[in-house]
Nanobody, 124 residues
Framework: QVQLVESGGGLVQAGGSLRVSCADS????????MGWFRQAPGKEREFVAA????????YYAASLQGRFTISRDNAKNTVYLQMNSLKPEDTAVYFC?????????????????WGQGTQVTVSS
C-alpha cells in the first residue's frame, strides 16, 4: 500500500526558494514513478514534474524547466521538488503522486496514488 504525505510547503517571497517533500510510508516506493502536480485556486490541476522509479528519467512542464528540479531518494522513500526563483503565479497546492504504469508522465490519470497536498504561497 502506498501512502503519500507531502511536507515543506509554506509562504515565501517572490524570487525565493522552497523544497517540498513527499514521503511514502509503504515498502514499494521504488517500484513507482513519481510525479508532482499543482492546483491553483479556480484552475485545473496541472503537471509540474515527474521522475522514473530509478531516477534516471525526469520530465518537466516546459514552462517550469530550469526553475524546478525533481529528485528522489529510494532509501528514504521520498521524492523532492526543489523550486527556485519562485513567482506569485507558482502559488498553488502541490500534490505528489505515484504511478506503476506511467507512460507520458504528464497525465494525472496515469497515477494510482495521491497525497493530500501541501500549500505553497509566493508573495509579491
Amino acid at each position: 500500500q502506498v501512502q503519500l504525505v507531502e511536507s515543506g510547503g509554506g509562504l515565501v517571497q517572490a524570487g525565493g526558494s522552497l523544497r517540498v517533500s513527499c514521503a511514502d510510508s509503504g515498502r514499494t516506493f521504488s517500484r513507482y514513478a513519481m510525479g508532482w502536480f499543482r492546483q491553483a485556486p479556480g484552475k485545473e490541476r496541472e503537471f509540474v514534474a515527474a521522475i522514473s522509479w530509478s531516477g534516471g528519467k525526469k520530465y518537466y512542464a516546459a514552462s517550469l524547466q530550469g526553475r524546478f528540479t525533481i529528485s528522489r531518494d529510494n532509501a528514504k522513500n521520498t521524492v523532492y521538488l526543489q523550486m527556485n526563483s519562485l513567482k506569485p503565479e507558482d502559488t498553488a497546492v502541490y500534490f505528489c503522486a505515484a504511478g506503476s504504469s506511467v507512460r507520458t508522465a504528464q497525465a494525472d490519470n496515469e497515477y494510482d496514488y495521491w497525497g493530500q497536498g501541501t500549500q505553497v504561497t509566493v508573495s509579491s
